[in-house]
């Protein structure tokens, strides 16, 4: 029996840093986000691609609180705001005054992210001008070098992965370190020493009969 690759929601794993994103073909967005942290240049930066390819992992990395936009404070210099092309009409209102605000205050950034190019209509004009002020980069998915970082997550956390299940995980599991380190997680919690395929095809299946929650 085939399974259905499914888009699984899970915790971010591993923390949420500059250092531990893997930046495949991604080096270029990741230096200037490691700029912006050390000297505010550029102050703004947006980030644009499908889900999984590891958006919110830098927008945490680079000042992501919650799911709101947060107001202006003169005493904060690090701002993120996710998933822009989600956000309501009071919420586009917040971000309006906040990219004003932080433009306003050179050594303040703010990095959004959104599934859509600034190029497209996807959001009122005068936010998806403003998107397009600072540095813009797509993010791209993790081809390759997924497997490699996964398999040495694997070996440091005591779990050794069969030829047989990494082909299987490239087959049917969604292709984020996300998705996968978290696979990780759960079997070490449950005390598993080898990841096999029967126990991946019984995760995935414990998976897609759980309810989905709002």
């Known amino acids: 029996m085939l399974f259905e690759q499914l888009p699984l929601d899970i915790a971010m794993e591993p923390p949420a840093t500059l250092e531990t994103f893997v930046a495949g073909d991604n080096a270029e967005a990741l230096a200037c986000l490691q700029r912006m942290q050390q000297n505010s240049d550029p102050q703004l930066a947006y980030l644009w691609g499908e889900s999984g390819v590891g958006k919110t992992h830098l927008a945490v990395a680079m000042g992501l609180i919650d799911d ?52 497209e209509e996807f959001v009122r004009p005068d936010i998806r001008t403003r998107l397009a002020w600072g540095a813009v980069f797509h993010i791209k998915p993790l081809n390759a070098e997924i497997w490699p970082v996964l398999l040495k997550q694997a070996a440091e956390r005591g779990i050794s ?3 047989e299940a990494e082909q299987w995980m490239r087959n049917y599991l969604p292709r984020d370190i996300k998705t996968l380190s978290h696979v990780l997680s759960e079997l070490l919690a449950k005390k598993r020493a080898a990841v096999t395929v029967p126990l991946l095809k019984k995760w995935l299946q414990k998976k897609a009969s759980q309810p989905e929650t709002a």
């Open 68 to 119: 709101d936009v947060p107001d202006f404070d003169p005493e904060r210099l690090r701002y993120a705001v996710d998933d822009v092309d989600t956000l309501s009409e009071s919420g586009l209102d917040r971000l309006f005054a906040l990219i004003n605000e932080v433009r306003l205050h050179p050594q303040c950034t703010l990095v959004m992210t959104g599934k859509k190019s600034p190029a």
């Open 161 to 163: 992965v069969t030829p």
